[in-house]
């Protein structure tokens, strides 16, 4: 039997919308334009630069300079338009998009196969990566913002690092506060950004418009017919211009597909090349030594003097919203992995009374402040975090492509004859980038990788410790029918109604055998509550609740959500009414059971990996906080287990 417990509406393009008549198009688009365009759109500040100023300096003549532009032309159609956009869009999980939500819905169809869980894993690692990318973003973007300010005065170079390091500190201590009221400002000022990027490269491509010639991929192949070695290692530059594609498929729920297609296609993506359509056509109209001095800073130096100040500002506010942007995002991200089971119970606080997706995760927060802190002071400045950029996202990238191609054959049913040279093709140009940025490792590309591993190794041993522990738990629990009976005459019943957690479906758990135990009664009303997570972003109502009367005043109840739905447990018994009766809170007991591990002759996981799993569950938030019980209604049990 089924209760209503949830309203939320999905969108027809694939977003969820909320409570209340959908959104107009154009809200949308705009919506989108303000916070999910704020990454790749902050990459013209110093992706082009990089390719020719990075740590493969290339010459400044017309074979390289098209040659580059040609790349990233061709990398921003391939990979962002045809892979993300209108591909993987196509990708999507009840309207949720991103790996972990790709993940659910491949998992969903292969089961437990041998390449589903590869499946998994890749998804997992996938997330790891995501975490050293959201440290990385907001240090290069300010950081490359502010020292605009030394194209306006030299003097203001000593000042760089302070003036960034205060406002990267200010947005991490903003957090807490949410982004509904500064999120309105985003759009007008993402849109006045971008405006501005199209009339700055419009007006140097109208001086010198045989750079439009790039446009033809001979150029691009020219450039590698010539130069092999130091084309293969530009990629690790050319990909800063790609960089926040996947954020594009991860922020899909959020506005839907429609929405960014025409937000990517019929602005944004126009005017960031026709930026760096003029960047190139600026450096191909200078002299030799004017042109070395600029691609220094060629973003900022193609506006007049007069306006650069102005520039500086408003890139550094572009840049601020993008780095709002990624924060936002590893808080979501986390959110997910900790409804799938990857990530302990955190605390989270919602910063919105209307939109459910607003939430500050307090540990995430700080952790990422430290790390961005401690990058900005090690790396010193943008070209140096440029070295450390971009092989967790190209690693994302190439993980996302092996499972594309597992969509294909396990999802979709493609024809194998169209999977494995579309398959092909992507591999190919993804893992070309990836292998260019591998030469970035000794250089800095090992923090990201760094930081990859380590979330891994949290994420799976966190996910491998509660399935052991669950085994375990299951193989000494007692059937519930044979307890409900044999309870009833040896303990006395008392009026109320107690819930008894259980992280399973089948047996007592241990709380109500410790209750019983000790305290030798039982309330007149016995429920055995299960909080499932399913692998879709959200359950339908009529879905939600499950219960199955037991008898003797004993129900198994089951409550479902989906792993980007709020386990609100008080809110979904309100709409119960068919197990027992209606649940008065201050007549209901919550009982919850707190494992303590102990140590195992056999270890089921490694010594290391056991000892990080019970210190991650020493310091998980508590299920009531995650759950939102009612702080005076909960009694905690202790037990202990070996795994």
């Given at each position: 039997?089924?209760?209503?417990?949830?309203?939320?509406?999905?969108?027809?393009?694939?977003?969820?919308?909320?409570?209340?008549?959908?959104?107009?198009?154009?809200?949308?688009?705009?919506?989108?334009?303000?916070?999910?365009?704020?990454?790749?759109?902050?990459?013209?500040?110093?992706?082009?630069?990089?390719?020719?100023?990075?740590?493969?300096?290339?010459?400044?003549?017309?074979?390289?300079?098209?040659?580059?532009?040609?790349?990233?032309?061709?990398?921003?159609?391939?990979?962002?338009?045809?892979?993300?956009?209108?591909?993987?869009?196509?990708?999507?999980?009840?309207?949720?998009?991103?790996?972990?939500?790709?993940?659910?819905?491949?998992?969903?169809?292969?089961?437990?196969?041998?390449?589903?869980?590869?499946?998994?894993?890749?998804?997992?690692?996938?997330?790891?990566?995501?975490?050293?990318?959201?440290?990385?973003?907001?240090?290069?973007?300010?950081?490359?913002?502010?020292?605009?300010?030394?194209?306006?005065?030299?003097?203001?170079?000593?000042?760089?690092?302070?003036?960034?390091?205060?406002?990267?500190?200010?947005?991490?201590?903003?957090?807490?506060?949410?982004?509904?009221?500064?999120?309105?400002?985003?759009?007008?000022?993402?849109?006045?950004?971008?405006?501005?990027?199209?009339?700055?490269?419009?007006?140097?491509?109208?001086?010198?418009?045989?750079?439009?010639?790039?446009?033809?991929?001979?150029?691009?192949?020219?450039?590698?017919?010539?130069?092999?070695?130091?084309?293969?290692?530009?990629?690790?530059?050319?990909?800063?211009?790609?960089?926040?594609?996947?954020?594009?498929?991860?922020?899909?729920?959020?506005?839907?597909?429609?929405?960014?297609?025409?937000?990517?296609?019929?602005?944004?993506?126009?005017?960031?090349?026709?930026?760096?359509?003029?960047?190139?056509?600026?450096?191909?109209?200078?002299?030799?030594?004017?042109?070395?001095?600029?691609?220094?800073?060629?973003?900022?130096?193609?506006?007049?003097?007069?306006?650069?100040?102005?520039?500086?500002?408003?890139?550094?506010?572009?840049?601020?919203?993008?780095?709002?942007?990624?924060?936002?995002?590893?808080?979501?991200?986390t959110h997910q992995a900790i409804q799938l089971g990857y990530v302990p119970r955190l605390s989270i606080l919602h910063t919105s009374e209307t939109e459910h997706g607003q939430i500050y995760i307090p540990f995430v927060n700080w952790v990422l402040m430290v790390a961005v802190i401690l990058l900005v002071l090690t790396f010193g400045n943008s070209s140096n975090l440029a070295s450390a950029y971009g092989i967790a996202v190209t690693g994302a990238m190439l993980i996302d492509t092996c499972l594309m191609a597992v969509l294909f054959v396990a999802v979709w049913r493609w024809k194998m004859w169209i999977v494995i040279p579309a398959a092909a093709a992507f591999f190919v140009v993804d893992g070309a980038f990836f292998g260019a940025n591998l030469t970035k490792v000794p250089d800095g590309g090992w923090f990201p990788l760094l930081v990859g591993a380590i979330a891994f190794t949290f994420l799976t041993t966190w996910a491998r410790g509660r399935k052991l522990m669950r085994d375990r738990m299951s193989e000494v629990a007692l059937p519930i029918e044979i307890f409900a009976k044999s309870a009833q005459n040896s303990a006395i019943r008392v009026p109320g109604t107690a819930i008894f957690m259980a992280s399973t479906t089948a047996g007592v758990p241990s709380a109500l055998l410790h209750n019983i135990k000790h305290n030798k009664v039982l309330h007149e009303r016995v429920v055995i509550l299960t909080v499932e997570i399913a692998e879709e972003p959200y359950v339908d109502p009529e879905n939600r609740i499950e219960f199955d009367d037991l008898g003797e005043g004993f129900y198994r109840m089951v409550l479902r959500y989906g792993f980007m739905e709020e386990t609100d447990v008080p809110a979904a018994l309100k709409q119960v009414r068919h197990c027992g009766g209606e649940f008065d809170m201050m007549q209901t007991s919550f009982f919850l059971s707190r494992q303590t591990l102990l140590p195992s002759k056999n270890p089921s996981m490694m010594i290391w990996r056991e000892k990080i799993f019970s210190w991650m569950l020493r310091n998980a938030a508590t299920a009531m906080e995650f759950f939102r019980l009612p702080t005076n209604r909960v009694v905690e049990l202790g037990s202990q287990v070996e795994i």
């Amino acid at each position: 039997m089924s209760e209503l417990s949830s309203t939320r509406d999905s969108s027809p393009d694939g977003g969820a919308r909320g409570q209340g008549a959908p959104s107009p198009k154009a809200a949308l688009v705009l919506g989108a334009i303000g916070i999910v365009f704020g990454d790749i759109g902050t990459s013209p500040i110093y992706a082009f630069r990089e390719t020719f100023a990075g740590p493969h300096p290339l010459a400044l003549d017309t074979l390289h300079l098209l040659g580059v532009l040609s790349l990233i032309f061709w990398s921003m159609t391939i990979i962002v338009s045809l892979q993300y956009v209108t591909i993987m869009m196509r990708a999507d999980n009840k309207g949720q998009g991103g790996t972990l939500a790709l993940v659910a819905l491949i998992s969903g169809r292969v089961g437990r196969t041998g390449y589903g869980w590869v499946a998994v894993m890749l998804g997992v690692f996938a997330t790891a990566l995501f975490y050293g990318d959201s440290m990385i973003t907001p240090a290069i973007s300010v950081l490359s913002a502010v020292e605009g300010l030394t194209t306006v005065e030299d003097r203001f170079e000593p000042y760089v690092i302070p003036i960034a390091l205060v406002l990267l500190i200010g947005l991490f201590l903003i957090q807490r506060r949410g982004t509904a009221r500064v999120g309105r400002l985003f759009a007008p000022v993402m849109l006045i950004y971008f405006s501005v990027l199209a009339v700055l490269g419009l007006i140097q491509i109208v001086q010198n418009p045989g750079v439009l010639a790039a446009l033809n991929p001979w150029y691009a192949v020219q450039f590698f017919m010539t130069d092999k070695l130091l084309a293969f290692l530009a990629l690790g530059s050319v990909v800063l211009a790609v960089t926040g594609a996947e954020a594009l498929y991860a922020d899909m729920g959020h506005f839907g597909r429609g929405a960014l297609r025409i937000g990517w296609f019929g602005f944004v993506m126009p005017c960031l090349l026709l930026n760096y359509f003029g960047q190139a056509a600026m450096i191909m109209g200078l002299e030799a030594a004017a042109a070395a001095e600029a691609i220094r800073n060629p973003f900022f130096l193609m506006a007049p003097e007069a306006y650069r100040l102005p520039l500086v500002l408003l890139a550094t506010c572009a840049t601020f919203i993008a780095s709002q942007a990624v924060i936002t995002g590893a808080f979501s991200v986390t959110h997910q992995a900790i409804q799938l089971g990857y990530v302990p119970r955190l605390s989270i606080l919602h910063t919105s009374e209307t939109e459910h997706g607003q939430i500050y995760i307090p540990f995430v927060n700080w952790v990422l402040m430290v790390a961005v802190i401690l990058l900005v002071l090690t790396f010193g400045n943008s070209s140096n975090l440029a070295s450390a950029y971009g092989i967790a996202v190209t690693g994302a990238m190439l993980i996302d492509t092996c499972l594309m191609a597992v969509l294909f054959v396990a999802v979709w049913r493609w024809k194998m004859w169209i999977v494995i040279p579309a398959a092909a093709a992507f591999f190919v140009v993804d893992g070309a980038f990836f292998g260019a940025n591998l030469t970035k490792v000794p250089d800095g590309g090992w923090f990201p990788l760094l930081v990859g591993a380590i979330a891994f190794t949290f994420l799976t041993t966190w996910a491998r410790g509660r399935k052991l522990m669950r085994d375990r738990m299951s193989e000494v629990a007692l059937p519930i029918e044979i307890f409900a009976k044999s309870a009833q005459n040896s303990a006395i019943r008392v009026p109320g109604t107690a819930i008894f957690m259980a992280s399973t479906t089948a047996g007592v758990p241990s709380a109500l055998l410790h209750n019983i135990k000790h305290n030798k009664v039982l309330h007149e009303r016995v429920v055995i509550l299960t909080v499932e997570i399913a692998e879709e972003p959200y359950v339908d109502p009529e879905n939600r609740i499950e219960f199955d009367d037991l008898g003797e005043g004993f129900y198994r109840m089951v409550l479902r959500y989906g792993f980007m739905e709020e386990t609100d447990v008080p809110a979904a018994l309100k709409q119960v009414r068919h197990c027992g009766g209606e649940f008065d809170m201050m007549q209901t007991s919550f009982f919850l059971s707190r494992q303590t591990l102990l140590p195992s002759k056999n270890p089921s996981m490694m010594i290391w990996r056991e000892k990080i799993f019970s210190w991650m569950l020493r310091n998980a938030a508590t299920a009531m906080e995650f759950f939102r019980l009612p702080t005076n209604r909960v009694v905690e049990l202790g037990s202990q287990v070996e795994i």
